[in-house]
């Protein structure tokens, strides 16, 4: 094989699959950044009912305060990631509308070798 028939070979399978991969790509980048920020907001509620139930059972044991959960920046982190996962999903749509497959309507392949009856 020569260095060209690799290059365009391989071209073809990039412009292939690339579309599948940052369909994959995105929707994972926007689940990962949905997850990371509700494990910020959970953290802080975690850790604020570990300190109410300190000075309940402590009452001269003072914690320090911390100030009300940042809602605002959490809702729109979380918001971007949901539109980054969306957008992954349309993408991901799009490569499975233009590839002409349905897997779910998909008829299984018989084997021409095995005889019926």
Same mark, same amino acid.
């Given at each position: 094989m020569t260095?060209?028939?690799?290059i365009r070979?391989?071209?073809?399978?990039v412009?292939?699959?690339?579309?599948?991969?940052m369909?994959?790509a995105l929707?994972?980048g926007?689940?990962?950044?949905i997850?990371?920020v509700?494990k910020?907001?959970?953290?802080?509620?975690?850790?604020?009912l570990?300190?109410?139930?300190t000075e309940k059972?402590?009452?001269?044991?003072?914690?320090p305060r911390?100030g009300a959960?940042?809602w605002?920046?959490? &809702?729109?982190?979380a918001?971007?990631?949901?539109?980054?996962? &969306?957008?992954?999903m349309?993408i991901g749509?799009?490569?499975q509308?233009?590839?002409?497959?349905?897997p779910q309507h998909?008829?299984?392949?018989?084997?021409p070798?095995?005889?019926e009856?």
């Amino acid at each position: 094989m020569t260095g060209r028939h690799l290059i365009r070979n391989g071209w073809t399978r990039v412009k292939e699959f690339a579309p599948a991969a940052m369909a994959a790509a995105l929707m994972y980048g926007g689940i990962h950044q949905i997850f990371s920020v509700l494990k910020q907001v959970l953290g802080i509620g975690i850790m604020r009912l570990i300190n109410t139930a300190t000075e309940k059972i402590f009452p001269g044991y003072y914690l320090p305060r911390y100030g009300a959960i940042p809602w605002p920046m959490f &809702a729109r982190v979380a918001a971007v990631g949901v539109i980054i996962a &969306a957008v992954g999903m349309f993408i991901g749509l799009w490569v499975q509308a233009r590839s002409g497959t349905n897997p779910q309507h998909s008829q299984p392949k018989q084997n021409p070798r095995r005889s019926e009856g």
